[in-house]
T-cell receptor
Framework: GESVGLHLPTLSVQEGDNSIINCAYSNSASDYFIWYKQESGKGPQFIIDIRSNMDKRQGQRVTVLLNKTVKHLSLQIAATQPGDSAVYFC????????????FGGGTRVLVKP | DVKVTQSSRYLVKRTGEKVFLECVQDMDHENMFWYRQDPGLGLRLIYF???????EKGDIPEGYSVSREKKERFSLILESASTNQTSMYLC??????????FGDGTRLSIL
């Protein structure tokens, strides 16, 4: 598959452990945040989202935490599996910018068996 | 599930050629987007469209144009391809303020 990013930060995690992926954002006006997963050779796939009036949201094996005070977003993956190996992107939306998304650079997660 | 289909996974063209990248979505979404993805630069928005025959410039529109003649189809056009347009191109669609759904991308090489 193609390389999504040659200089991506990489998180190596043992299968079965929990993963925490972090994302800092700079725009205090952003009101909506999304996490995407991109596997090799595929487009980004929606994982979970959160609005700025919330600080936590849970999905299946994933939790997103939002700390607006320090403009920090994190994605927690419980019991990481080999299929979780991918590049993970956060994205933020500024309603004043026509609802366009701004994407972070991404973090590569490698799951070790 | 939303299906966003990009017509080509891999494409090789020559400098100066006019190149068309096609994208079709099957969920009657109003909004469609074209991004390019490059190592170290992430996803950058080229053009987007909120409705048929409507288009808006994104962050890097130079050297590109788009066409939205039908709601389900959004085409990206490289008027005169150059080597710095070698990239992965991603199409996305969205309904209202819902999350964007992406296609699997077109890896374009300009020789």
């Amino acid at each position: 598959g193609e390389s999504v990013g040659l200089h991506l930060p990489t998180l190596s995690v043992q299968e079965g452990d929990n993963s925490i992926i972090n994302c800092a954002y700079s725009n205090s006006a952003s009101d909506y945040f999304i996490w995407y997963k991109q596997e090799s050779g595929k487009g980004p796939q929606f994982i979970i989202d959160i609005r700025s009036n919330m600080d936590k949201r849970q999905g299946q094996r994933v939790t997103v935490l939002l700390n607006k005070t320090v403009k920090h977003l994190s994605l927690q993956i419980a019991a990481t599996q080999p299929g979780d190996s991918a590049v993970y992107f956060c994205a933020e939306r500024d309603p004043a910018a026509g609802n366009k998304l701004t994407f972070g650079g991404g973090t590569r997660v490698l799951v070790k068996p | 599930d939303v299906k966003v289909t990009q017509s080509s996974r891999y494409l090789v063209k020559r400098t100066g050629e006019k190149v068309f990248l096609e994208c079709v979505q099957d969920m009657d979404h109003e909004n469609m987007f074209w991004y390019r993805q490059d190592p170290g630069l992430g996803l950058r928005l080229i053009y987007f469209s909120y409705d048929v025959k409507m288009k808006e410039k994104g962050d890097i529109p130079e050297g590109y144009s788009v066409s939205r003649e039908k709601k389900e189809r959004f085409s990206l056009i490289l008027e005169s391809a150059s080597t710095n347009q070698t990239s992965m191109y991603l199409c996305a669609s969205r309904q209202g303020i819902q999350p964007q759904h992406f296609g699997d991308g077109t890896r374009l090489s300009i020789l």
